[in-house]
């Protein structure tokens, strides 16, 4: 039988060129490739106008899966860079770090090789906003604001027991590597307010196409977590945070934390039922958000 998947990445893959975004492979240093979806052609004046948005992805799919319905949405009037982090994509290193700083020290490379050279927005999902973080820390001056998604700033020892208790798992390998097709749907089940009913066919092909890797990912998770006593880091950039109200895995209490940290730098959605994969649960409503804060930097810009 045919992939499904697969089927779907062919289709995706022509959805985006005629909607001007282009994948393209980097070699970030001998050994290390990344994808990155680029416009395809030079930039237009809406381009120009408009600051770059830098999409940075979860961990149960790639870039373009994740992002679909954002990067159909803002290309037009946006310079649309969306990255597929190592081990995910056509993303590949034969280098042991497997960090959050490794992988920000990546996409900031690529980002150099394309020629960015203005500051843009930066909106991360999940593993992909944790990454963000980092690369805010290392990179201020390219960073000129932050959207958020469900994502702590730094997954601590405490949020990954919390969280693991909640549902039920040992530990985020298991849950998010998983190794059957009862794996696959608990995992997205939990990361959904209300995951729709799908034959069993095609969780299991979902596992041979998108669970791939095992052994590297388990490595990013390790290397995620954080002691409880880690420093966290103070941000200069202007911070949205858009976060579900049914998020199971990271309560929506964390998200109010980092409101109340960053202070009057901070901006705050709550999107009614919607889990953890808000942006593709309720798409139309994310894109909303995210409009209405991109509008609030260019008619109050943040310095």
């Known amino acids: 039988m045919v992939n499904i998947f697969h089927i779907y990445d062919q289709v995706l893959r022509w959805v985006m060129k005629a ?8 070699q970030i240093k001998p050994g290390t490739a990344m994808n990155f979806w680029v416009p395809a052609g030079k930039p237009n004046k809406n381009h120009q106008n408009h600051p770059p948005l830098l999409f940075l992805h979860g961990f149960a799919t790639n870039a373009i899966m994740t992002w679909q319905f954002q990067v159909l949405k803002f290309a037009k009037n946006h310079a649309v860079y969306v990255p597929d982090f190592m081990f995910f994509g056509d993303s590949v290193t034969d280098r042991p770090d497997r960090t959050t700083e490794f992988q920000a020290e990546c996409v900031v490379e690529g980002l150099r090789k394309l020629g960015v050279d203005r500051r843009f927005v930066l909106v991360g999902f999940s593993y992909g906003a944790m990454v963000g973080f980092r690369l805010a820390e290392m990179y201020p001056e390219m960073v000129e604001a932050m ?11 405490r949020i990954t027991g919390e969280a693991m208790e909640k549902i039920g798992y040992k530990s985020w390998s298991e849950y998010l590597i998983p190794e059957t097709v ?31 890797h095992r052994k590297e990912r388990a490595e990013l998770l390790e290397a995620l977590v954080a002691p409880n006593d880690v420093t966290i880091s103070q941000y200069p950039q202007k911070l949205h945070i858009i976060w579900g109200r049914n998020d199971n895995l990271f309560d929506i209490q964390i998200a109010y934390n980092m409101k109340e940290k960053f202070g009057e730098k901070a901006t705050m959605d709550c999107i009614e039922k919607a889990g953890h994969i808000v942006a593709m649960e309720r798409p139309f409503i994310y894109n909303k958000c995210l409009q209405k804060f991109l509008h609030s930097l260019e008619d109050n810009p943040y310095e």
């Open 19 to 26: 909607a001007g975004i282009k994948p393209v492979q980097l």
């Open 147 to 157: 959207v958020v998604t469900a994502a702590p700033t730094v997954l601590t020892e």
């Open 182 to 212: 009862k794996g696959a749907i608990s995992m997205l089940q939990i990361a959904s307010f209300e995951f729709p009913r799908f034959p069993r066919w095609i969780f299991k092909q979902y596992l041979e196409a998108m669970v791939v």
